[in-house]
């Protein structure tokens, strides 16, 4: 009886101590402060913040109880409207949620306003602020852009499929907003250098 106690324990630990260790990393993950990988100047930093915290302020909007309107709504009173196509409440909405704060804080002349994710791409290579490299260290306000299909080593560069915008970096790790995420506004923590990271839209806050 005794020997089966033991085995018992034995597997209890070896069952119980990574679930706890995964706990606590995820834990660690989400109430560490995020912030730059490198220095800026401070006028910089604080633009940077501004987006961050305005995307922020809609966590937690969700499809199901239909908070998320307010952001498709924002989006569409923007003129010129891209591509004519006003939103729905049943699209897709990563990219409406990025342009939304663009939006909000009257940023469009450097962030480019998009429902769809690979015709925004196209418009920051227009702009001159897209960065290929997805090994790229990227700063607080940076827009991310994803290819979840992409499964192998080397540069992304198929058709892309969700986005966001990283609230900062933490070793080898960045974390990111993103409108969208199983329906709702959203946190991400993703491995820097990720296969499916398809590249980012780089504002250029120092011109502001």
């Not at 912030?35 to 501004?50: T, V």
């Not at 966590?59 to 010129?80: A, F, K, R, V």
């Not at 969208?180 to 502001?208: C, E, F, H, T």
């Amino acid at each position: 009886m005794k020997f089966l106690k033991r085995i018992l324990r034995l597997i209890l630990a070896i069952i119980l101590v990574p679930i706890l260790a995964a706990l606590a990393v995820l834990i660690w993950l989400q109430t560490t402060q995020w912030g730059f990988a490198r220095e800026i100047a401070q006028a910089e930093a604080e633009l940077r913040f501004r987006i961050v915290q305005t995307a922020e302020s809609w966590i937690g909007s969700n499809e199901t109880d239909g908070t998320h309107q307010e952001i498709i709504d924002l989006y569409n009173s923007h003129e010129p409207l891209a591509q004519g196509y006003a939103v729905t409440y049943e699209d897709n909405w990563c990219a409406t949620f990025g342009s939304a704060v663009a939006i909000q804080l009257e940023l469009t002349d450097i962030i480019p306003t998009e429902c769809g994710c690979e015709r925004q791409i196209g418009l920051w290579q227009e702009m001159g602020r897209w960065e290929e490299n997805d090994n790229y260290l990227p700063l607080p306000g940076d827009y991310i852009f994803y290819h979840w299909d992409c499964t192998e080593p080397g540069d992304c560069q198929d058709w892309s499929d969700h986005v966001g915008i990283v609230v900062g970096t933490l070793g080898p790790f960045i974390k990111v907003i993103e409108g969208n995420k199983d329906d709702m506004v959203a946190y991400r923590v993703i491995l820097r250098g990720n296969w499916q990271i398809r590249g980012y839209g780089l504002p250029d806050y120092a011109s502001k």
